[in-house]
């Protein structure tokens, strides 16, 4: 997605090699790109500051938030699925900006969202897992592990990274104007 994002990416294509997962890379690339072209931009003309930059700085936050000795024992699954659960994240965003509904329309739209970019019922289910979990309602919710390409995918650890660091994503662009409010 950009010079600042590569950490994951690079550990995602260093693990499907070691895995022996080539497409799993080709892939991410290929939906990294289209979300990148189409869908991000789409996001920022709808809701300015749940775009492009976003999706670029909570990559950015994973990568400065993870030690290097737990992200090199994620498995390329896993990475896959954090990384595309980074760039789906908002896509219910463009047709609800209602906090307590878009998560709601991200799981709608993420299944015809998947068809278009040939992802399996499997890696569909897990990326809206994950995106669920941004919903502390659906996060507080015990869920179970998954599998992927054989190995475990630890939905809630990686729902975990994404809520810290879409929540360290913070600007004046971003935050309700609320917040800024006095409540006295």
């Keep these: 997605m950009g010079e ?18 080539p497409n799993l890379i080709t892939k991410y690339n290929q939906i990294a790109q289209q979300c990148l072209n189409e869908i991000l931009p789409h ?54 900006q209602d906090d307590a509904k878009y998560l709601r329309k991200t799981n709608e739209e993420l299944k015809e969202l998947c068809k278009k970019f040939s992802l399996d019922k499997y890696e569909t289910s897990l990326i809206g897992q ?13 869920k179970e592990n998954g599998q992927l ?9 990686l729902a975990a990274l994404l809520r810290l660091a879409n929540a360290l994503d913070i600007d004046y662009k971003r935050i309700q104007e609320s917040c800024y409010k006095s409540k006295n």
């Design 149 to 157: 390409h054989h190995n475990q995918i630890r939905v809630k650890f």
């Design 4 to 21: 600042s994002n590569t950490r994951m990416v690079s550990l995602l294509a260093e693990k499907s090699r070691q895995e022996n997962l």
């Design 43 to 96: 996001i920022d003309s709808v809701m300015p500051g749940y775009g492009v930059h976003h999706c670029q700085e909570i990559e950015r936050n994973i990568s400065e938030l993870l030690p290097n000795e737990i992200a090199n024992e994620m498995c390329a699954g896993e990475i896959f699925i954090l990384l595309c659960s980074i760039q789906f994240h908002g896509v219910g965003r463009v047709i609800e």
């Design 130 to 142: 994950v995106c669920s979990d941004l919903d502390l309602a659906e996060f507080n919710k015990p």
